[in-house]
C-alpha cells in the first residue's frame, strides 16, 4: 500500500463535466499552473487544482501528466462517452478511481471498510481512517480525514433535497449518485448503508474489463473475484449470486470463457486473450 492520501481535491467532490474540461485543457498543451488557467476553466482557483487531482485520482492523467489510452476514448471529441452520458461509463471510472491506491478512502472503503461494516455512520469511517493511520504510523489531521470522507460521500451518495438551490445543483452534480452504491437510511442522519447486491447496470464488458485488469491469470477462484482487493465483488459491490449470473453471461457471450463449478470448487477460466482497449469497443459500438 501506498502512503495514505486524504487531500489534494480541495474540499470539491468531481463534477461530472470536470473531467472532460480537464482533458480539453491538457489537450490543448496549457499547465495547470498557469496564471490564466482560472479563466480558460471558468472556475476559481481551488477549483483548477481539485480538476488536476481528479484527473490523476481516474487515470485521466499518467504520472508523468500525459493523456492516458482510456481518456483518449473516451473524452476526446469522437470519443466513446465524452459528456459521461452513458451508465458503463461511470462503471468503469468508478473502477479505475477506487483500483487507484492514492485515493485512499475510496480504495480502502471498497476494498477493506465494506467487509467490517455494511451499515455505518461517518464516525465509522472516521475512526477507521485514523486506525488506519496509526497503523501505519502516519500523522493525518482528523480535521482533513473528516473533510475527505464528506467529499466522499458527496461522490456517491444521492442528497437530501434541502438546503438552497445552487448547494441542490452542485450536490446533484456528483459523478457517482446514479450508481447506488452507498444509499443514506431513512430518517437517519449521517447513517449509510452499502449492500452487496445485483448490479443491474453494470456492463459485461466492463465487468470483464475489470477481471483482466488484475491480471489474475487464466484461472480465477469464485472467492477471489468475490473478496480479492480490487475485485469485481469488492469495487462493484456484487454480492455471491449476482458475481455468479455475471460470470454466466460472459460464458454465454463469448468463446474462451468457462465457468467451472467441481466439488464444490468454483472457478473461472480464461482460456483466450482479450483486448481491454477492444472490449470498450465492443461495448461502446
Sequence with gaps: ???????GHESFQCRNLWLKKGYEYVLAGKDFNDDLAVVDLGVGNNMVSSIKFWMKAFNVLEDDE????????????????PYLEDIGTLWLLHFLLVKNESVTIYNQFFNYFRKQRIEFSRDHLLSFFVNLCNKKEENHSENTINTDIGVFLKTYVQPRSKGSKKSIEDDFSSMFIDLGLI???ADTKDWYEAKSEPRLTLPLEIFLYSILSNNYGGSI???????????PGAIFALDADSLVEMIQG??????????????????????KKFDHLTLLEEYYA
Design 1 to 7: 500500500m501506498n502512503n495514505l492520501r486524504f487531500s
Design 183 to 185: 444509499k443514506p437510511i
Design 66 to 81: 500525459s493523456i492516458s489510452t482510456h481518456a483518449l476514448q473516451i473524452f476526446d471529441e469522437n470519443g466513446y462517452d
Design 250 to 271: 460472459l460464458e454465454k457471450k463469448y468463446d474462451g470463457i468457462v465457468f467451472k463449478d467441481d466439488a464444490g470448487i468454483r472457478v473461472l477460466q480464461i482460456t
Design 221 to 231: 477462484t469464485l472467492g477471489t473475484l468475490l473478496n480479492g482487493e480490487n475485485s
